[in-house]
């Protein structure tokens, strides 16, 4: 499982890269199954506020370096959500727990069809915890995995999904920095959520300028992020992000894949973009578009998502009607499942695994000492509710 259910952190352009198979991935934890808002139970300054008592915990959706994501339902509603529990034993620097008030704060000002919603963040002995919507269909990347490839339709449909959660993010001076499927989730329905927000920045509202720092996914990393120049890099490391996406969702691996990493940059600063026969030619135009290497030529660096409207793979598609949640996804992921509709498309190897917590486990001689700040570094600004 990954990312919003991904506590593994995005490999640094610095560890080796991680395998590209559905056995190395976490997956994700994010889904809704029709949009439920908890009717407040307590109230803290008229906001409602939950407790974790509120909250049966029916499943392990996925297993990280942080903690683990639970399948639960809301007691009082029947609603289902996906909680990430974080233990604070294991946020061992200073950096890991900024990334987690990050994601945390990011999440709680966006609300976007296509992010993933954070409804509530509370605390509990040796764990924070956010809750998030559930996202049924699991991870894009799981079924691109059984798929293989997917049909040029589908791509332009969960591309023109993506670009409009990337273009909420910029608006809002976020710059995500690790687009990748699966990072990408489906809702009961089939619809896109974008998640894990752990790499992202904020304060970000320049294309070219803004962030520094050399982080996200190797094989999705921007030739403005590998170049590292002093002046940075900016959005525009979204849009190549996108390309490369849309690109595996048409041929199953990354352009310019290879298990070197020192070729692997090379090869995404230098070597020519190619596309099998396979991908019709208005796909192939958009990828392209997207893949241009200086970033003020790329594809929707100047409009945002509404770019890819003039473009002709996707005149089939109304981007209006889209953010509306209109038009049928092409992906079905809750339909004719044979196991339970909440756990089917999710690693079984995670599904069976105890789901009760144990407590924070730092005086352990076999757990990092946790920072040193513990769940004080957090104060009370940790809590949220979505009103």
């Known amino acids: 499982m990954a990312s919003l259910f991904n506590f593994a952190t995005p490999v640094p352009a610095e560890e080796p890269s991680p395998a590209r198979s559905p056995e190395t ?31 049966e915990r029916l499943s392990v959706l996925g297993v990280g370096s942080f903690g683990k994501v639970v399948l639960a339902r809301h007691k009082a509603t029947g609603a289902r959500y996906a909680l990430k529990l974080i233990a604070l034993s294991r946020l061992t620097l200073r950096k890991q727990l900024e990334r987690t008030q990050l994601e945390r704060d990011v999440l709680a000002g966006l609300e976007h069809a296509f992010i993933v919603k954070l409804h509530f963040a509370y605390r509990v002995p040796g764990h924070v915890v956010l809750v998030f919507e559930f996202c049924a269909g699991g991870e894009l990347f799981h079924h691109l995995c059984a798929k293989r490839v997917l049909g040029a339709k589908a791509v332009a449909f969960y591309v023109a999904e993506l670009a409009l959660a990337l273009q909420c993010a910029h608006d809002h001076g976020v710059v995500y920095r690790d687009v990748k ?127 890819l409207r003039r473009l002709d793979f996707f005149k089939h598609l109304d981007f209006d009607a889209l953010a509306l949640g209109a038009g049928q996804p092409p992906i079905r992921p809750c339909a004719n499942l044979k196991r339970a509709a909440e756990f089917s498309n999710f690693d079984a190897r995670f599904t069976a695994l105890p789901v009760e917590t144990p407590p924070d486990d730092a005086k352990s001689p076999d757990s990092p000492a946790g920072y040193a700040g513990g769940l004080d570094a957090f104060k009370d600004d940790w809590v949220f509710a979505r009103s």
């Not at 994700?28 to 803290?44: G, L």
């Not at 959520?193 to 304060?203: E, I």
């Not at 890099?233 to 290879?258: F, K, M, N, Q, R």
């Not at 070197?260 to 991908?279: N, T, Y």
Request: charged share 25%; hydrophobic share 40%.
């Open 25 to 55: 991935t976490l997956g994700p934890v994010r889904a809704v199954e029709e949009e439920m808002i908890v009717a407040a139970q307590e109230e803290d300054g008229g906001r409602p506020v939950v407790a974790d008592g509120d909250f």
């Open 181 to 307: 499927p699966e990072n990408c989730f489906l809702d009961a329905r089939g619809h896109l959520k974008l998640g894990d927000f752990g790499l992202a920045k904020t304060g970000v509202f320049h294309a070219t300028t803004g962030a520094h720092s050399i982080c996200g996914t190797p094989e999705y990393m921007a030739p403005d992020v590998i170049a590292r120049k002093p002046s940075g890099y900016g959005s525009a490391v979204d849009w190549w992000g996108l390309g490369i996406c849309a690109y595996e969702l048409l041929t199953g691996l990354p352009p310019w894949y290879t298990a070197d990493r020192r070729e692997l940059f090379d090869r995404i600063r230098l070597a020519p973009l190619r596309l099998p026969p396979h991908v019709p030619p208005d796909a192939g135009a958009a990828v392209a578009g997207l893949l241009r290497r200086h970033p003020l030529r790329r594809l929707c660096v100047a409009d945002g998502a509404d770019a």
